[in-house]
């Protein structure tokens, strides 16, 4: 018997029978809605695999090595044949690149491609070139927003253009606008940057891959918008402006195989009779035509960008040379290169103060993989260099602090043991929170103790995106402290590091592998133990000069001092002074016997703005003044800057009016080494693809920027294609409801029956 035929012979319920036919319809159609819900969600394919056509099946990590991807509306697009060449040619103090950046559309779009990449921080990019089939178009250094709306209207208009801009000194964007389908298009960069040298050993390095910076959440503060205390309003701090700009989607090395393959040569001129030459990261093959060059050249081809270049090389002899002196005639002007080591002289013929060190280690999420086993491995060798008489503590952070001790303690067998207990146990999780534990590190708490040197060792990655905020806490509270910024990983932010040293008065190190630790840390700890060379001075006797750094910094064991200057005339010496522990040292150049340089005008340019960045930054010049000097260093030297950008636009339109352009950010791997669930987050079951390290609202814990389901795609001709759809959540909410509906029903039927005639 039915529920109608029921209702029929119920004594208690009288229906009408136009009633009953509605009801009649009423449940058959929910229960028909209910049927048709099940057989969805009991189907053996997911709902979202619909969309998609039905062909062979392929995993995003089925993508063939050594491939780049344009982002779509579907996916991603494979490029197999993209990449990128860096040619590198060594003349003495100086390195000359050229960047080629390959661009190939493999869509039936019109497309607009972006595309963020590291470069050395003390780089002056000064060179763009765009070749489209067999035009080769050169750009132009314009301000930065006149050459952003030159590129809008270009791209506007059909027309194939190319547009470099600096988003920090060591990160920059490329965008290309108009690449048709199936077209191929090179975008060329130049820039020039100084030789690095430590001791006997000169080296460059080739910034490969942007690492995810970790961004601290914007500070709201409420804040009284009216007189009479009626109106409230917010005020937001971003401590992180151009987040947007700095992030791009990073690949998970476990889902999907290495993009952005990249291929290095150089050609190093020594200018002097060459010994051992090393690649530290990378296997490479040297050819040596002669004794002062090399042809140095990856071994087995193009490799993902994944991980630093790094070349060493030494002099045949054991010493190498102590004084490197160079000219450049640009214009009316002459431009002076000087690297000047000073010698040596032991600890031991130096009456030597005892030390308070303050170590720092960042376990963040970035650091997972190698690069927390190499900080630990360093930070337990630099307890174990710890003298008798010398007093420290350790702090750890990533988005929390701890501090070992409540104060700096002794360096005794028990604290040591203490402290290589503590380090021992880190773990890496978690954001990267650096400055409170700058601020912690720089906090003095033995109150200017005249009796003991303050040093701070600051061992991270350095992956933030609020490198300014650093800055300004070191400028503002380093007081007598001396920093000392360790570089862990393959892929470190050597900007922040570089310019944390220079405002904090001490020296960067960097350790890209464990097999690193021992070597790198005794060279950093010589320079700890051993007197710096202070109160330098540099004077010309004929020349008037304009020197930079403007304030000549304190410098290390077997490190040279570099300076550069721009001459009215090449004339006369240049004495440069100091003092050695208590000791003063003095040496004499004379300028006639310079050698020949290249690019040295641009390096000195590049070298000034930075002085006007540190000078911002330590309030000794207000932000307008520092901005014109920039602006006009910048435009008269043809390079880019934060202010200034290069533009290149070719005058034939390409796409035809009415065609849709779509942009297509390029993403990075992972650096090498990282861990990506503990960079990002673990997410069981849902591979993310993720464009920045966030602080989260609630916690300060790592937040994916975009997170998309990975199911088992489909594929189409030189496409991975990965679904839009999230998860199934929205038909189990409709479900859901169909069933409330119904049990609504029947509980209203259930009274009827039970309720009195």
Known sequence: MTIYDACDSSPQIRLSRRMRIVLFFLVEGVAALVIGFAALFVSFDPVWSAELPRQVVLRPSDARSGSLLFKTDDGYADATRLGIDVDLTVSG???RARVTQIFRNPTKDWVEATYVYPLPAGGAVDTLKMVVGDRVVVGDIKERQQARAIYEQAKQNGQKAALTEQERPNIFTNSVANIGPGETVLVQIEYQEPVQQNGSEFSLRVPMVVGPRYNPRPVVQSVDLRADGNGW????????????????????????????????????????????????????????????????????????????FELTWKPAAE?????????????????????????????????????????????????????????????????????????????????????LFPSPVAANSANIGSATAFVSALQARGGTEMVPA?????????????????????LTDGAIGNEQQLFETIGALRGRSRIFMVGIGSAPNTYLMTRAAELGRGTFTHIGSVEQVDERMRGLFAKLENPAVTNLSAKFSEATADLTPSALPDVYRDEPLVLAAKLDKLAGSVEIKGRIGDRPWSVTLPLANAAEGRGLSKLWARRKIADAEVARTTRQQSAEDADKTILALALEHQFVTRLTSLVAVDKTPSRPEGEPLKLSELPLNLPAGWDFAKVFGERPSLPAVPG??????????????????????????????????????????IAGVILLTVSLLLLMINRRQTSPQ
Not at 244 to 251: P, Q, Y
Not at 398 to 403: A, S
Not at 444 to 452: E, I, L, P, R
């Open 438 to 458: 700058m601020r912690a590190a720089l906090s003095d708490t033995s109150h200017g103790d005249a009796n003991y040197v303050r040093q701070v060792v600051f």
């Open 93 to 95: 103090p100086t390195v």
């Open 692 to 733: 920045e390290r966030r602080a989260d609202a609630g916690d300060g814990k790592l937040q994916l920027a975009a997170l998309k389901r990975s199911p088992v795609p489909t594929q189409g001709p030189g496409t991975i294609q990965l679904p839009k759809t999230a998860t199934d959540a929205e038909l189990k909410m």
């Open 233 to 308: 309003g917010a005020t937001t701090t971003d401590p992180v402006p151009d987040r947007d700009r700095i992030a791009r989607e990073v690949l998970d090395p476990a889902e999907n195989a290495p993009v952005n393959p990249t291929n290095v040569t150089v050609h190093l001129n020594a200018g002097f009779p060459l010994g051992e030459v090393k690649s530290h990261f990378h296997q490479v093959k040297i050819e040596s035509p002669d004794s002062t060059t090399r042809v140095v050249k990856l071994a087995e081809g193009p490799v993902p960008a994944d991980r630093d």
């Open 319 to 403: 010493k190498a040379p102590s004084v490197g002196l160079f000219r450049e005639h640009v214009g009316n002007s002459d431009y002076l290169l000087a690297f000047v080591t000073p010698p040596s002289v032991e600890q031991a013929q130096q009456k030597t103060l005892p030390r308070e060190v303050i170590f720092v280690i960042d376990n963040s999420g970035s650091m997972s993989g190698t690069s927390i086993i190499q900080a630990k491995a360093s930070l337990t060798y630099a307890l174990g260099r710890l003298q008798p008489t010398d007093r420290f503590n350790v702090i750890r952070f990533d988005d929390t602090m701890d501090t």
